[in-house]
């Protein structure tokens, strides 16, 4: 069959029920879209607390201390790990 993928999708959409799939389709575009946006989001807001923290750091601060202040703030702001959001979907 020589036929373009349009053209292999109408051919097959004619033989079976494809409504189904083109539903599923849609739901997880959409999910792509929802989960894009509240990616940036939470992008821009963890950006936002590394440089606070950072600017309010006091010197001379390990790396251990500073992740661990780190991690405090982007607790407090609400970020959690990437392991609680997935096991939330």
Avoid: N
């Amino acid at each position: 069959m020589l036929a373009g993928g349009k053209e292999r999708f109408d051919i097959l959409s004619g033989i079976f029920d494809l409504r189904h799939y083109e539903r599923l389709e849609s739901r997880a575009r959409e999910r792509f879209r929802t989960c894009k946006v509240e990616q940036q989001q939470l992008l821009a807001t963890l950006e936002a607390v590394c440089r606070d923290t950072l600017i309010a750091a006091p010197t001379g601060l390990g790396k251990t201390q500073l992740l661990e202040m780190l991690l405090s703030r982007a607790r407090s702001v609400g970020l959690r790990s990437s392991r609680t959001t997935a096991s939330t979907m």
